[in-house]
């Protein structure tokens, strides 16, 4: 109405032409031209409307009365009605007011139509609310105020989040008090309100605390990783609020304000000793509230979510959704990933060495992934400072290694021949470090393959008879050929007069003495 009296200002006291008063209100010039020919008609100027109240401005500009109009009780009778089947999807304004013009043909037309429903909604504010439809959004936040819990032993105060989620159309409400606002109490409380509602809207609307947006930006924020994945395990999207537009989630503002005149208020005389008995006595509030009937439509919300919502939300998954955490981290060159949380290391197949892994894992598992396709899965430990490598990861040379034991070394050389066994033995048992034994091991009996085993095994018979139990000393004796040689070449020389004793020694000694 207001425009109506600005346009007939304009035209009679800025004497601007239909074109120009087109432009400065940003009104079709055919609109125009239609509310001074009214207004024309009905011999008022814009003295006489600037003071006149909108219903009787209306009645002058329609030539009649609502109140007398049998055609607008008709129409009046079914705006309960329409609210309800604006909830639904793909209901909209102008396919009710096709239905309406059906069984009424000499009723309003679409523009009246529409303008008395606005009108009987109370403000064209509130037309925001026809966008919410059955199933659609789910808006969530936590309250600015707390609830708290009080020590049994201590008496100490402690302050509790309390979580706010509202469904779009039925604005059936829930509330839990959690915690903390940590990410794994905000995904909880999520996963606890579809619970509640029995059903997975298409998607969520929350405010953009750190445990839901990392990065909020008003066209493209940076959804938390976790949150991203409960969604998509919910089947749902996640449409985080703008930064400092309270509008794109007022149904959740709204929803706080009544929290707190509802279960506050309610629960103000009362001291609680626990989460779970605080959340019990939520849950009583809550109850009442629900189903206490709205004013204008005159039914409950939980009355309106069966009748026009339950049906349209999706279904939940069989199965709770289970916190897993992400994270990016680089394959050492031991093809190992470091996890810090439990300063554990963990195996990816070699040739992803010196690459950047996705790291997703829970309380039990541990999944690495490489451009989207899972290479590894683990078992989560705990234990720091430790490795957790499946053998199919090392590379060929590494997995021999990693077989390494005296065993296999004792049965290998016992295989070549009997000398070779003691060899290994005795090497076994001397070397104070299993690798340095490993090494000089895996260097003899590597022998048997430029040389033969026979000659090996001579060449070990012909070390123990030395005392000489090393990889070169056997080496020495292959590559001179000295593994055949008799024995009695080594035989002390005979006795004869150049041969100096232990006496002349002995003198020796004594004289230095002197």
């Known amino acids: 109405m207001e425009k109506i009296r600005e346009i007939i200002r304009l035209q009679e006291d800025a004497k601007l032409s239909e074109r120009a008063i087109s432009r400065a209100l940003k009104v079709s010039r055919p609109t125009v031209k239609q509310y001074i020919d009214k207004i024309n008609a009905a011999g008022l100027d814009y003295a006489a409307i600037k003071h006149m109240d909108d219903d009787t401005l209306l009645e002058n500009l329609t030539g009649k009365s609502k109140s007398q109009s049998q055609r607008y009780k008709v129409l009046c009778n079914q705006f309960e009605y329409f609210v309800k089947e604006l909830k639904r999807p793909g209901v909209t304004l102008q396919r009710l007011w096709e239905e309406y013009r059906t069984e009424h043909a000499d009723g309003y037309g679409y523009s009246q139509f529409c303008s008395h429903f606005q009108q009987w909604r109370g403000s064209c504010k509130l037309t925001m609310h026809l966008e919410h439809k059955a199933g659609d959004k789910m808006f969530v936040d936590f309250t600015g105020k707390h609830l708290s819990i009080v020590d049994r032993e201590t008496g100490e105060i402690k302050d509790v989040e309390v979580f706010v989620a509202i469904l779009g159309a039925s ?10 606002q940590k990410k794994e109490d905000w995904i909880k409380v999520n996963q606890n309100a ?8 298409n998607a969520i609307v929350p405010d953009c605390l750190k445990s839901a947006i990392t ?19 919910y089947n749902t999207a996640i449409l985080p609020a703008r930064p400092n537009h309270p509008k794109d989630k007022a149904l959740a503002e709204g929803a706080v304000k009544i929290v707190y005149a509802w279960i506050f208020a309610g629960l103000r005389n009362r001291i609680f000793h626990s989460l779970e008995d605080l959340n019990s006595a939520i849950a009583e509030e809550l109850e009442k509230y629900n189903s206490k009937p709205m004013q204008k439509i005159k039914v409950s919300r939980k009355e309106l979510f069966d009748e026009i919502e339950k049906a349209e939300l999706k279904s939940l998954p069989k199965e709770k959704y289970v916190i897993r955490h992400f994270k990016r981290l680089k394959a050492q060159f031991n093809y190992h990933i470091f996890l810090n ?3 554990h290391y963990y195996s990816v197949p070699y040739r992803y060495r010196r690459q950047q892994i996705v790291v997703i894992y829970t309380d039990r598992i541990v999944e690495l992934f490489y451009k989207n396709r899972r290479i590894a899965f683990h078992k989560r ?4 400072n430790k490795y957790t490598t499946v053998k199919e990861h090392m590379p060929p040379h590494h997995q021999f290694v990693s077989d390494w034991n005296p065993d296999k070394f004792i049965n290998w050389a016992q295989n070549i021949g009997e000398n070779v066994k003691r060899v290994i033995e005795y090497i076994l048992k001397q ?3 299993p690798e340095q034994a490993y090494k000089v091991c895996l260097g003899i009996l590597n022998l048997e393959k430029k040389f033969t085993r026979e000659r090996l095994n001579k060449a070990c018979q012909r070390a123990i008879s030395f005392h000489h139990y090393s990889y070169k000393g056997i080496k020495n004796i292959l590559e001179n050929k000295l593994e055949d040689c008799q024995l009695d070449c080594f035989e002390p020389l005979p006795e004869h007069q150049n041969i100096r004793g232990h006496h002349y020694y002995g003198s020796v000694k004594s004289y230095m003495k002197k």
């Open 171 to 180: 604005q059936l409400t829930y509330v839990e008090a959690s915690a903390s």
């Open 194 to 201: 579809l619970c509640y509602f029995g059903g997975v809207p």
């Open 215 to 233: 990065m909020g930006n008003k066209y493209e924020p940076d959804i938390n990783p976790e949150y991203a994945d409960f969604a998509r395990h």
């Open 341 to 343: 949380d439990d300063k």
């Open 381 to 384: 430990d705990k234990t720091a």
């Open 431 to 433: 070397k104070q470090h």
